[in-house]
């Protein structure tokens, strides 16, 4: 991240720069895009919306996505000290030579933390971590999935293309034929990327493009949804 002149810094000066903003971003721009990206995009996601569907006046839907955002807030600053503690323990090296995305920082810290790559405990830990892992990537593209085919019948099925005139059974077959060209998207996605000639780095710089453009749609139908809550109470 630091480049050249990391090789005349000492090693604290090496950790105050680390510590320090701007290694990732350069751009003043685009670090304030990524934290509004982060805060408001985490408003119109999938698991946060659907809280004012699952309670029973405006007050408990208020009180609701209050707590999950809380929740969310709170897990997003812990993958500071998880980020700083993958560095400090397992180091980048390691980590690279694994996943030249980073994102096995987490899990090897867990293995760390158990014991190491030799202990049970430690590769427990790795399994437990990765398992987490696995369960919340499955309910978050599910979540994702179905927010996009409820759009894509509701809004563009049944509001533009219909005229607002179409049968229930015809929305839900909209429905899964989006679900079904959704998850044909991601798939194709998924495939071609890591066959690009810029190797592996493509991969993690892929993840970031998808992530960005992801919470910056999802930025969109969070203003969206409260201008239109607002419009209906005016």
Not at 205 to 215: E, F, R, T
């Amino acid at each position: 991240l630091i480049g050249d002149p990391s090789t005349s810094m000492s090693a604290a000066e090496l950790g105050q720069r680390f510590l320090e903003p701007g290694l990732y971003l350069k751009n003043p721009i685009d670090q304030i895009s990524l934290g509004m990206a982060l805060v408001l995009g985490t408003a119109g996601m999938p698991h946060i919306l659907m809280r004012f569907f699952t309670v029973p006046t405006a007050k408990d839907a208020r009180t609701s996505v209050l707590w999950a955002m809380g929740i969310i807030g709170g897990f997003y600053v812990l993958t500071l000290f998880l980020g700083l503690g993958a560095a400090m323990n397992v180091g980048a090296a390691k980590i690279s030579s694994i996943d030249a995305g980073g994102n096995m920082a987490g899990p090897l810290l867990a293995q760390y933390i158990g014991g190491g790559e030799k202990s049970i405990l430690g590769n427990l830990f790795l399994a437990f971590v990765a398992a987490v892992a696995f369960a919340t990537i499955v309910a978050v593209v599910a979540g994702l999935v179905l927010a996009s085919a409820s759009a894509m019948s509701h809004d563009i099925w049944v509001g533009v293309i219909k005229g607002e005139h179409a049968t229930q059974e015809e929305e839900v077959r909209a429905a899964r034929i989006s679900s079904i060209i959704v998850g044909v998207v991601a798939i194709a996605i998924g495939i071609l990327a890591p066959g690009s000639p810029i190797e592996s780095g493509f991969e993690a710089h892929l993840g970031g493009i998808s992530v960005g453009l992801g919470l910056g749609w999802l930025i969109k139908c969070f203003i969206d949804l409260q201008g239109g809550s607002h419009a209906k109470q005016s």
